[in-house]
């Protein structure tokens, strides 16, 4: 099974392990033979197991009050702004793309999910940006 070498007192011992069943082993010292009865059973090793924990479910999409005359378009997860494809001014469509935030090198088209007009935009190019941070008001 397994060699060892074992110095003790300048004196260099050869071990080799033959055997291990539950508590006894059959090991050969220098060539010599011997079985050994341990005082206590060894107790295996489990390996552990990774347990992860439930997700919560999936992030859940903006949520617009229809009863507000604002709509506030919000950074979904951090990342860079590479373009803002809006002004202040501009009349927009449900599904027009407002800006393309990078995050994790993979660039995400933030759409709009209401018509209306800009009314504000708080970033610019290139800026960082974190989770939940205002980006674009729509009147």
């Known amino acids: 099974m397994k060699n060892f ?4 007192n300048e004196n260099s011992y050869g071990v080799k392990i033959v055997s291990h ?7 050969e010292v220098n060539g010599t033979s011997y079985s050994v009865k341990m ?19 999936a992030i859940e999409p903006l949520k617009i009050n229809p009863s507000s005359s604002t709509t506030k378009i919000i950074a979904p997860i951090p990342g860079v702004i590479l373009s803002i494809n809006v002004k202040v001014g501009d009349m927009i469509k449900v599904g027009d793309t407002l800006l393309v935030l990078e995050a994790m090198k993979m660039e995400n088209s ?3 999910e209401k018509s209306g ?11 960082q940006v974190l989770q939940s941070e205002l980006m674009i008001e729509l009147e």
């Open 5 to 8: 070498t074992f110095k003790i």
């Open 21 to 27: 069943e539950d508590n006894i082993v059959e090991l």
């Open 39 to 57: 005082k206590e059973e060894v107790k295996t090793v489990k390996t552990p197991t990774l347990v992860r924990k439930p997700t919560s479910g």
């Open 110 to 112: 933030i759409t709009s």
């Open 117 to 127: 007009k800009v009314s504000a935009i708080n970033v610019k190019v290139g800026q």
